[in-house]
């Protein structure tokens, strides 16, 4: 079914508006409409209505972008995200905002590292897939069994994507790589949480786009994910498992290219390198890792809510003299945040979903006041 008439013109028009006064370029014009009319639209028509109404309506602003007509920015560029609320604690600032569209007001080269657990199935955070999942039945969500006399909290099951969201998924992180990169100061590293059956898509689509691939680091749990007898033959097939038991976690490491030598740039952007643990110790590609403690999942009752023992280790790491800005543009929770806080960084951070932004702002200051037995803490002798 085809889109009413002039549904395209009055989308394009909303956006750009919507943004005004400063000017936003072509894609990002593509990509909101897009949002807001829930298909795709081909690049020609956005083009069309833009050019079509240009001088009338529309300016151009340099190349490819546009704004009102008539309507003068006194920092073109300076503010292209739709504005939303934000808390703060301390160093650390969470928005009320998409991820992409406050990329694109970020300024460029100011943040100096990224550590995110972003939705990389994409589908499971969708409100009819968060349904299933809190009902305990249907959907990517697989709900484990208790496990001495503990509830497990729910995992997604990836091994249930199709093709369609597989390559909904590379197109994801490739555009969040781009949209990412003009950001970051040359030598920032970039840690992306992602698991053994997508990571490989993952981290193609992050190389595309110019960052380099460090490697990655590996989170030492055991989860209740795999391990499980045939579905509806446990019986008949006791010693066979379908996938092996998850003791693992894959978290990607990517760096923007250098300027000049690792010395040079630690001089000029204080990034390059990773933080060691102490003198003696550098930092590790392996961390050992306990799942989430009931505690902290009592305070920030998310999915994905991944341990301060752990995220504090790899926050650490990623500003090699401790000085500059951490961001996590997918925050959740807000753990990560609380991991920034907990080490004295200067953080910012995105949740697009209300309920999560809400739960954020009350998570923030209570899991950066918990001790943990790590690194990362605040004092690394308490390790």
Known sequence: MG????????????????????PL???????????????????????????????????????????LAGVTASNPGASMAEPGPCVTFGDATLHHADAFEWLASCPD????????DPPYGLVEYRPDELAKMRAGRGGVWRIPPSF????????????????????????FFNRFGQALFPKLVPGAHVVVASNPLLSHRVAYSLGQTGLERRGEIIRLVQTMRGGDRPKNAHDEYRGVSVMPRSQWE???????????????NLAKWRTGGLRRISDRLPFGDVI????????????????????????????????PLGE??????????????????????????????AEYFELAARAI???????????????????
């Open 148 to 171: 001495d006399g503990n509830a497990r909290s729910p995992l997604p099951r990836f091994s249930v994507l199709g093709e369609e969201d597989l390559a909904n998924l590379e197109v």
């Open 250 to 264: 894959p978290w990607l490491l990517f760096r923007r290219p250098l300027e000049g030598t690792v010395a040079a």
């Open 109 to 116: 080269q100011s943040i100096h590292g990224v550590v995110t």
């Open 365 to 383: 200051p209570a899991l950066a006041a918990l001790r943990t037995n790590s690194a990362g803490a605040a004092n690394p002798l308490d390790r």
């Open 324 to 353: 500059g800005v951490v961001l996590d543009p997918f925050a959740g929770s807000g753990s990560t945040l609380a991991a920034a806080l907990a080490v004295g960084y200067r953080c910012l951070g995105t949740e697009v979903n």
């Open 3 to 22: 889109l009413p008439p002039g549904s395209v013109r009055d989308a394009i028009y909303d956006v750009v508006s919507g943004a005004c006064p400063a």
């Open 25 to 67: 370029p072509l894609d990002e014009i593509q990509r909101r409409v897009e949002r807001r009319l829930g298909r795709s639209v081909p690049r020609s028509s956005i083009r069309s209505g833009l050019q079509l109404k240009t001088p009338d309506q529309y300016l151009r602003v340099g190349r490819g972008s546009y704004s």
């Open 288 to 319: 050992k890792s306990s799942p989430t403690r009931p505690a902290e999942r009592r305070l920030a009752p998310h999915p994905s809510l991944k341990p301060q023992a752990f995220l504090r280790e790899i926050v650490r790491a990623v500003l």
